[in-house]
T-cell receptor, first 111, second 113 residues
Framework: DTAVSQTPKYLVTQMGNDKSIKCEQN?????MYWYKQDSKKFLKIMFS???????INETVPNRFSPKSPDKAHLNLHINSLELGDSAVYFC??????????FGPGTRLTVL | GENVEQHPSTLSVQEGDSAVIKCTYS??????FPWYKQELGKGPQLIID?????GEKKDQRIAVTLNKTAKHFSLHITETQPEDSAVYFC????????????FGKGTHLIIQP
């Protein structure tokens, strides 16, 4: 069974649209994350979420907003999509230790 | 974490030879150093990690060394096999900032048959 899952795997959309990416973890972890991997494969933290506390990387535009309906889910909502948002987005989760487990990624293409 | 430098960006070795990837970090508060392997079209997968109170850790063909004084850590893969071909990322964690991992820019490891 997949520990961290994301849907959809691929997302193609037009500029200006609003879209969401879903993430679920069945590991019982307390903390979840969103990372962005750009075209040069550079991975950068966007958000971390733990027990209703959201920590935001200050470089992330406020068009991006994570929402957690429950402890096992952290969805990423993106408003007014721009060309530069095209990237692969990874969800990850962590228990009380340091190890982070990553999902398979969602490749977002903005046309 | 603040910044992680990773070298080389591309590494080509003959099958059976060893591969070494090196990283340096700048945040003195860093206390956890994982290495991830990313295959094409997949998410990063943890292959080994080390904490700041340990200098070396080994798991079969993979080993990681940490020099806290110099702020260096390295990944060593021995007896390389074709399935080792992938992009490898070093990372560090200090709990500060956005509370996530700070990654190096990756090393594309190519195993030549």
């Amino acid at each position: 069974d997949t520990a961290v899952s994301q849907t959809p795997k691929y997302l193609v959309t037009q500029m200006g649209n609003d879209k969401s990416i879903k993430c679920e973890q069945n590991l019982g972890h307390d903390t979840m994350y969103w990372y962005k991997q750009d075209s040069k494969k550079f991975l950068k933290i966007m958000f971390s979420y733990n027990n209703k506390e959201l920590i935001i990387n200050e470089t992330v535009p406020n068009r991006f907003s994570p929402k957690s309906p429950d402890k096992a889910h952290l969805n990423l909502h993106i408003n007014s999509l721009e060309l530069g948002d095209s990237a692969v987005y990874f969800c990850a989760s962590r228990a009380s230790g340091d190890t982070q487990y990553f999902g398979p990624g969602t490749r977002l293409t903005v046309l | 974490g603040e910044n992680v430098e990773q070298h080389p960006s591309t590494l080509s070795v003959q099958e059976g030879d060893s591969a070494v990837i090196k990283c340096t970090y700048s945040d003195s508060a860093s206390n956890y150093f994982p290495w991830y392997k990313q295959e094409l079209g997949k998410g990063p997968q943890l292959i080994i990690d080390i904490r700041s109170n340990v200098g070396e850790k080994k798991d079969q063909r993979i080993a990681v060394t940490l020099n806290k004084t110099a702020k260096h850590f390295s990944l060593h893969i021995t007896e390389t096999q074709p399935e080792d071909s992938a992009v490898y990322f070093c990372a560090e964690y200090s709990g500060g900032g956005a509370d996530g991992l700070t990654f190096g820019k990756g090393t594309h490891l190519i195993i030549q048959p």
